[in-house]
């Protein structure tokens, strides 16, 4: 997914979660864990939400991935080291669900990858829409 420049004022921003500049998240070493604490607004509710992404690079282009496993919603999290020498860099206990460094599921019952939030560039930090992941195709 390729980075989308905006202004502060051509984008909704009620559900946006500031990652950072874009300088430190393009920072290995990769996959990283980030943190986000985000103020979501949903018409007159209000609450702050937080949460973290996976992030991690592929030809040159961020790829920031939700932790929610793709078969039924746990939190996949990262791989012991025994199981990150077979590639496996995720890990959801739920049922075993296995994905790769680029959240690709490679083992266990997740029919597809990781959700993937598109990066938005607001001056200099790149924002996440946190209620609006995007699905990959199955492997
Ligand atoms: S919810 Fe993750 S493997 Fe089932």
Redesign the pocket.
């Known amino acids: 997914m390729g980075l989308v420049a905006c202004s502060d004022d051509s984008i909704d921003t009620s559900s946006m979660a500031n990652l950072g500049p874009l300088d430190e998240l393009k920072k290995g070493p990769f996959p990283k864990k980030v943190n986000y604490k985000v103020q979501v607004k949903d018409a007159w509710v209000e609450q702050e939400l937080e949460g973290f992404v996976y992030v991690n690079v592929e030809n040159r282009d961020l790829l920031i991935m939700s932790p929610i ?1 793709t ?4 939190t ?1 999290s990262n791989a012991e080291e025994a199981k990150q020498k077979d590639g496996v860099a995720f890990y ?1 206990p ?4 296995e994905y790769d460094q680029y959240g690709v599921n490679i083992g ?3 029919p597809r990858p990781l959700d993937l939030f598109e990066p938005y560039l607001i001056d200099g930090n790149v924002h996440i829409s946190i209620l609006s992941p995007q699905e990959r195709k199955k492997t």
């Open positions: 496993c078969h039924l919603g746990c996949a959801c739920c049922h075993g669900g266990g019952p997740p």
